[in-house]
């Protein structure tokens, strides 16, 4: 893996330690040129002109996300952002009173509050299940719930915001096909990080950033949705880019992916993101796995053996996304320490994964999430920070 070279690519690197990934990545250069090109042109030649003479480089998008997730072109939908993307999908599902919403206790805030507004607007019952002694969601138990036939949607998060853990999709995945349930996976966190695959996922929704783990821009995000599911859903708003205007008493929504999409949007982002996966791709998914995973034990291992330091993370696999916490420091002042040292971190608060943290105790911690173009030193180096300037200074 040519890390050299991605650096040279990422020009953030030169004024900061940049440890917040989870949070928002640095851009490459290459996605930075792209939607800089396309501004230009823009300025130069108007905004609809632009857009036909740019046609394929916005098409490219989603040709790319279909490779990376191995998904189809079509099954793809732009959104600025993946709760958008992910709200897209789950208000589209037509729930009923009874319905039972099967979840995780790891889920990510805005998911459970859109449970929430649900059972409040139509009655559904929320069913988080249980998580194993690995702090995963339980198989067994999901297997048990899942013969309810009442049960309309599985939906958890792959990557939650913090922890560190990876949730078993691929089996959740199972599950829900065996019982006929429709499914929703939230991939924020793992999309760039971990190899998607739909076909294996088994999952109807996948929704996704730009700005995280692909290194894409804010503002961006997608979301996969199974063809098979079409005819079953519609979306909960429309305009003349989702369908068309058949007559003065009918309209007839697209037969592809962007039903979800609205006319109007941000097409330099949009060609960016398009060029982010094609970045990604070309650095190679399991590549960066396997570096983030490295880089994310070297860190745990380090911060462990500081007097004062937990480290929160739980789970059989763990990702990218260290969490940890003083046992007398607040996270908000180590946050703000490394930072003026230059060292980018955030933190993670108790509503953001709010059962997870209640059940573990847990009201905040500091977040530090690694991306294949850091280094062995830089992870050596808020690890001194924390030990030498952190710790000792109390």
Known sequence: MNIDKYRSETP???NVIHLNNAGASLQPLPVYNTVIEYLNAEMQMGGYETADKYKQAIENFYENTARLINAQPQEIAFTESATHAWDMAFYSIPFKKGDVILTS???YASNYIAYLQMKKRKGVIILPVDSNEFGEIDLENLEKHARNEKVKLISITHMPTNGGIVNPAEEVGKIAVDHGIIYMLDACQSAGQYPLNVKKLKCDFLSATGRKYLRGPRGTGFLYANSNLFDKIEPFSLDLHSASWTSSESYKIREDAKRFEKWECNLAAKTGLGRAMEYCMNVGIENIWNRVQELGFKLRSGLKDIPGIEVLDIGRIQSGIVTFR???IPASEIRDLLFSEKINTTVAVANGTLLDM???????ALRASVHYFNTEEEIG??????????VQQK
Do not use: A, P, Y
């Not at 209640?358 to 905040?364: A, L, P, S, Y």
């Not at 180096?381 to 952190?390: A, D, G, Q």
């Open 12 to 14: 953030g690197i030169k």
């Open 105 to 107: 206790r790891i889920e």
């Open 326 to 328: 003083h046992n007398k």
């Open 358 to 364: 209640q059940d573990r105790n847990i009201d905040t």
């Open 381 to 390: 180096r808020l690890i001194e920070v924390v030990s030498k300037k952190v």
